[in-house]
């Protein structure tokens, strides 16, 4: 069973900075693709971003929304089976429950629906 835990949320100041990290396990191979996405109170469900596996090849792939491309970075470390998700300069629009989720695909396009998402940390920004 895939398990996905994260953590890291918090309030933060217009401009600041999160790192939010996600715990994986249950995964049977290394290539899944994971991710996160948000949602806000009355708004729909936003992809944000998501990263390959690198099964030995050691080089991935990465997707970015619009809405946070060059303010957050994914990056992954298989061998703690965790995922992060660095935010700098947030704004308060960035205020949401942000859930760590697999991906059957990710590529620099897009990414899939997912098939699993964790239990989701809240991130408030405001004055």
């Known amino acids: 069973e895939v398990q996905l835990v994260e953590s890291g949320g918090g309030v933060v100041q217009p401009g600041g900075s999160l790192r939010l990290s996600c715990a994986a396990s249950g995964f049977t191979r290394d290539g899944y693709a994971i991710g996160w996405f948000r949602q806000a109170p009355g708004k729909e469900r936003e992809g944000l971003t998501c990263?390959?596996?690198?099964?030995?090849?050691?080089?991935?792939?990465?997707y970015y929304a619009d809405s946070v491309k060059d303010r957050f970075t994914i990056s992954r470390d298989n061998r703690k089976k965790t995922v992060y998700l660095q935010m700098n300069s947030l704004i308060p629009d960035d205020t949401a429950v942000y859930y760590c989720a697999a991906y059957q695909s990710c590529t620099v396009g897009g990414m899939s629906q997912p098939v699993g998402w964790g239990p989701g940390t809240q991130v408030t920004v405001n004055s």
């Open positions: 990263v390959t596996g690198t099964v030995g090849t050691g080089t991935y792939t990465t």
